[in-house]
């Protein structure tokens, strides 16, 4: 007998049947059968297989991902069976001749999905619970009950009947791993709460929410993606269609964004937080105006006989008051990201460049002299392949320098990433970088510079990535505490739309705002926020003046949960990238001309603690001390994240440092 899927199983049962008719009289066939939980290393399986001594692993259903991370139902090679007609689709009758009749997925762009029978009346299938939408449970005239699993895509599995017991210890197992909740609308149908947690292709890929994608295998892309994105999908299912049951509670809502995110402490209590920071009169916001992008001209005026960079921090001025010239981008941005050092000669740079191509191209002959065999038995870099060639085929593809089949750029973009993940197996790939790439190979033009400056830019975004997500989280605690000092009403009306968390501003922090800007833009904001001009997470200042200016709207529109998601992710491509910058700048003039700035601010843009002090304190010291005390109270898990942020900031320092001395 062909055993269960290797793993801890954690539940099992016996005489669990399906029922399937023969096909010739209608008469009912019982299939006996083991149903199992059984929990993997990076996932858990639901296993159903029938009890028969003759089982043949042919027969075996197994899900599995494509190119498209759409379920694919298939057999375990072997005598493929002819298609039959497909079925119509309900709980119970697509599986009423499940001997007979195979059942055909909704058809998908790239192509249809099936569930084929071997003509037997032995079945068995498995499927992870990642996939899982609902169950819908019953109980039959004879007193057993029955559950019939919905997977996403409306994939429909047969139903499977207890009669030796009830299914209750199935549920109760299956709740140690998602949370099901019961639908509105049939009590009898439990919903996976945990589809919040989306893939992160859905984040990239839709302007608009709404759309359930299959979450990864990747723990960091499965809760990322929650916290990203919360869609209709999980809301309309678990508040049904009455619209008095739209306003989730705040404490229900966080903790859906705290299962996503462990660690993210949200400020759910009645009283506006940070009460110190609201207090604070910022004063006259000042005027700022920004300058034409600097010139070849005004480039080499600037640069020795010998090619070192005269005056860096003037260069520096200009770029962030203005951009770049196209022209000087592929030559610039090699400074603004550390591969050369702006006191190196033309002839140091020339030898940088040299040692740096050997070392590219030792990297990339490690993944490509990895023979077939060799990456049958190395998973890691087979699903970073895999994940690689499905991202790389959908960046940027209207951009003419990505657009069309069999395009070079596409050939060095997924190049790059391969060579990447040598560069940092532990990290790999992780769906998203691949839009931090881009805009560098299409300005670099040369796949070892490219290359190279990609892994400087990914040194400042790795956290982002990482399983834990820690930058996220810092992020979004920092971009709260901004915001919530520039404009405390703002902030309190987000919360009562239980948004205070500012999850809708994921994507911006997560790829730099690479989705919502056009491709031109973003190589104007990318080159000024490198400039590190003229604050620490100049960044985050940037999101408040896109919220800033999406206030009045949101506030006289009276845009709930839903609504403000969906406003904020359809800002994407519309936004003025010059309006932004100039508003962000201001912002960060009037922050700094503040005499009263609350410490918690200072430390999120690395600016002096003196100015924390109040004219009429006699102790400058203390004072500071009482505006943390209110501010990370009013804040759950700012304490710790101040705590903390100096020793990261100084070695984040000490490493850009190192690199641009190299």
Not at 445 to 466: G, P, S
Request: aromatic share 10%; proline share 3%.
């Amino acid at each position: 007998m062909a055993g269960p899927a290797s793993g801890k199983v954690v539940y099992e049962q016996e005489g669990v049947f399906i029922h399937s008719s023969s096909g010739k009289d209608d008469q009912d066939s019982l299939l006996s059968g083991i149903l199992r939980v059984i929990e993997k290393e990076t996932e858990v399986i639901v296993d159903w297989r029938p009890v028969d001594e003759s089982l043949d692993s042919s027969n075996i259903l197994y899900a599995r991902k494509d190119s498209s991370s759409v379920v694919e139902w298939a057999h375990t090679p072997k005598e493929k069976s002819p298609r039959v007609p497909e079925h119509m689709n309900s709980y119970e009758a697509e599986w009423d001749m499940v001997s007979t009749v195979s059942f055909k997925k909704k058809s998908h762009s790239n192509g249809d999905a099936t569930v084929h029978t071997n003509g037997e009346s032995k079945w068995s299938f498995l499927f992870s619970l990642t996939d899982l939408k609902s169950i819908k449970q019953n109980k039959e005239g004879m007193g057993w009950s029955y559950l019939v699993f919905c997977l996403k895509d409306d994939v429909v599995l047969p139903a499977l009947h207890f009669h030796h017991g009830d299914s209750s210890l199935l549920i109760q197992s299956l709740k140690k791993y998602v949370v099901l909740c019961e639908s509105p609308n049939d009590r009898r149908i439990l919903v996976n709460c945990q589809s919040i947690s989306q893939s992160f292709e859905n984040l990239l890929d839709e302007p608009t929410y709404g759309l359930i994608q299959k979450l990864k295998k990747d723990p960091y892309t499965a809760t990322m993606g929650g916290f990203s994105k919360v869609t209709n999908f999980i809301f309309d299912s678990l508040r049904g269609s009455d619209t008095s049951a739209q306003q989730r509670p705040p404490s229900e809502m966080a903790d859906f964004i705290s299962d996503a995110i462990p660690g993210l402490k949200i400020n759910q209590q009645e009283e506006p937080g940070f009460e110190v920071i609201t207090r604070i009169d910022l004063g006259k916001r000042p005027e700022v105006h920004r300058r034409q992008p600097v010139s070849i001209e005004e480039w080499t005026k600037n640069m020795d006989s010998e090619g070192r960079i005269l005056n860096a921090d003037s260069v520096k001025q200009m770029i962030f008051k203005g951009g770049l010239c196209h022209a000087l981008r592929k030559e610039v941005w090699k400074f603004l990201l550390g591969y050369f050092s702006w006191n190196s000669t033309r002839e140091e740079r020339a030898n940088v460049q040299k040692r740096k191509t050997d070392e590219y191209f030792r990297m990339k002959l490690q993944w490509k002299s990895v023979s077939e065999e060799q990456e049958k038995r190395n998973y890691r870099l087979r699903d970073y392949r895999s994940l690689i060639e499905k991202d790389v085929n959908r960046t940027d593809r209207t951009n003419k320098f990505y657009e069309g089949q069999d395009n070079p750029g596409l050939i060095l973009l997924h190049d790059i990433l391969m060579t990447y993940c040598m560069y940092d197996f532990d990290l790999g790939y992780v769906q998203g970088m691949s839009d931090l790439l881009s805009p560098i190979l299409y300005v670099m033009e040369n796949e070892v510079d490219a290359f190279w400056c990609f892994t400087l830019y990914m040194d400042q975004m790795h956290q982002n990535f990482e399983e834990q997500m820690q930058g996220m989280k810092t992020q979004l605690i920092q971009l709260s505490t901004l915001l919530r000092l520039l404009d405390s009403e703002f902030c309190s009306y987000l919360e009562s739309q239980d948004s205070g968390y500012l999850y809708f501003c994921f994507r911006w922090l997560l790829i730099r705002f690479k989705r919502e800007f056009s491709f031109q833009d973003t190589l104007r904001l990318w080159e000024v926020m490198w400039t590190e001009l003229p604050c620490q997470n100049f960044h985050l200042l940037v999101c408040c003046a896109i919220l800033e200016s999406e206030k009045q709207q949101i506030m006289e529109k009276h845009y709930g949960f839903n609504e403000i998601l969906k406003h904020i992710n359809e800002l994407s491509m519309k936004i003025n990238v010059e309006d932004v910058l100039c508003k962000a700048d201001a912002i960060s003039v009037q922050m700094m001309n503040c005499k009263e700035l609350p410490q918690a601010v200072c430390e999120v843009l690395g600016l002096e603690n003196s100015a924390v002090t109040t004219p009429d304190s006699d102790n400058g010291e203390d004072e500071a001390a009482g505006g943390i005390s209110h501010a990370t109270s009013a804040h759950p898990g700012l304490s710790t994240l101040l705590a903390g942020s100096n020793g990261a900031q100084e070695s984040t320092e000490q490493e850009a440092h190192t690199v641009a001395t190299d």
